[in-house]
């Protein structure tokens, strides 16, 4: 699905990713850890074109390196920022519209409104509300389901838990779950460790902008090493 090879990115003279591998296949979420400032939400960015990609960016054998963000969006990859960007002014139900992709309507793809209804109860007594006034887990909870309006086929999801209280939490990774069920690929970017394990099918673990660990949760559990120096603070 996504193959990714000795990725380079800079912010002006800092080289922040340095020779990043990552491969993501059909159906899998993909979780990657580490500390902040390692460069997780760069190689988001970097794949999504937010980033100017150095290296080899594929996206179902189709190289996207040096696509605009909308094209990459075209082709069914999704991406959902850490922060949660919405559009205040308009209603929730305005705001899912908006994720729908030109021509694609509403429940033409893998999920509907109704879908996104369903699984959050809050985003429905608020549906003609504006978004502004929604609180922080259901801005986050509206940022994601708006994304998956446009039918990807791999999402992005960067921090999706950062600040929410833990039911909140628990409901992002009943949705994470759902998205997986329905076949779409998922790379998660996630600091709370016991969430990632969870869930996950494999972990990245990345340190001063490259993959320092590659495995299963359950090879990460056994690597004490890895994680004091790289995850635990």
Known sequence: MLHVQDLHAY???????????????????????????????????????????????????????GKKAFEIANLGIGYVPENRDIFPGLTTRQNLILGLKPGQKDGSGRW?????????????????????????????MLTMCRTLMGDPDFIMIDEPTEGLSPQMTQKVGELLK??????????????????????????????????????????LRSRDDVRKEWLEV
Do not use: W
């Not at 709370?192 to 660990?213: E, P, S």
């Open 178 to 219: 759902e998205i997986a069920s329905r076949g779409v690929s998922t790379l998660l970017v996630e600091q709370k460790l016991a969430i990632a394990m969870d869930i996950a099918d494999r972990v990245y673990v990345m340190g001063h902008g490259q993959m320092v660990f590659e495995g299963t949760p359950e090879e």
């Open 112 to 140: 509907s409104m109704q879908d996104m209804f369903n699984l959050f109860e809050n985003l429905l007594n608020r549906a003609d509300v504006e978004a502004s006034v929604l609180s922080g887990g259901e801005q986050q």
């Open 11 to 65: 912010y002006g003279k800092s080289h922040i990713l340095q020779g990043v591998n990552i491969a993501i296949e059909e159906g899998e979420i993909v979780a990657l850890l580490g500390r902040n400032g390692v460069g997780r939400s760069t190689t988001c960015k970097a794949i999504m074109g937010e980033v100017e990609p150095h290296g080899t960016v594929r996206f179902k054998g189709q190289d996207i390196a």
